[in-house]
């Protein structure tokens, strides 16, 4: 039923200035209030008092096949044109669309900086649950994606739970401290792959970006950095090296 992550929707105010920024962010131009890496896009619109991750669309291959399966198991969904709007009740609070598509779009064009330096894809997007075993039941069980890990690590204070989406991971993420409670999830942050972070780092820290030094990943082989700037207020890290789930 899901073949992929079609995009993120962005809300953020444009007199902030965040279009500008994602383009700064991921080395990309811009078209219209879109913007593309290799795997995924970032459709913002425009909002004056938010900023946050606010919908995940979904590609499928066939929006009939999509609704009668969700149908079958429970997860009410309303057409609109081109898309099918799942009910944020059976979705934990968080808004999921599908839709329908046969070819994935190119990446938006480079800025000036080389590829090497910017982002080339999404490496995975983090919800954060109240509920773990709720969100097992959904992304698993009614959604159909694959579940590649379900660690719990008391030295993080978490339990994460990776899902397979195309080639990226759909990580919800739950805090151990707090407990289980029947709260809403909440689409929360994001991390990007860039294929040489060293560089990476470089060209945002020229840009002007808040970034931390690279640092060892949680995966052997990885390194990440954190970004405190032009993210529109996302939390949000950026990975290289040869580690992946």
Known sequence: MIDALDHLTLR??????????????????????????????????????TAQLSSIVFATGSLDKAQRLLERRAIPAERDGARLILSTQATQGVPIELAERAVAPEASRLLKSEEAASITALDHVVIRTPDPDRAVALYGGRLGLDL???????????????????????????????????????????????????????????????????????????????????????PTIVIGGIGRW
């Not at 080395?27 to 890496?37: C, F």
């Not at 560089?199 to 060892?216: D, H, I, Q, T, Y």
């Open 12 to 49: 953020a105010s444009f007199r902030e200035g965040a279009i500008g920024a994602y383009e700064t962010l991921l080395g990309r131009k811009a078209e219209g209030r879109q913007l593309r890496v290799g795997n995924m896009g970032l459709a913002i619109e425009d909002h004056a008092s």
């Open 148 to 234: 590649r890990l379900d660690r719990s690590n008391p030295e993080w204070g978490s339990r994460l739970l990776f899902f397979r989406c195309g080639d990226l991971v759909v990580e919800i993420a739950h805090d151990l401290k707090k407990g289980v409670s029947d709260e809403p999830d909440q689409l929360w942050g994001l991390s990007w792959r860039t294929p040489d972070i060293a560089r990476c780092n470089e060209r945002l820290r020229e840009a002007g970006v808040e970034v931390s030094e690279p640092r060892n990943g949680r995966r052997p082989g990885s390194q990440v950095f954190s970004v405190q700037s032009h993210t529109a207020n996302v």
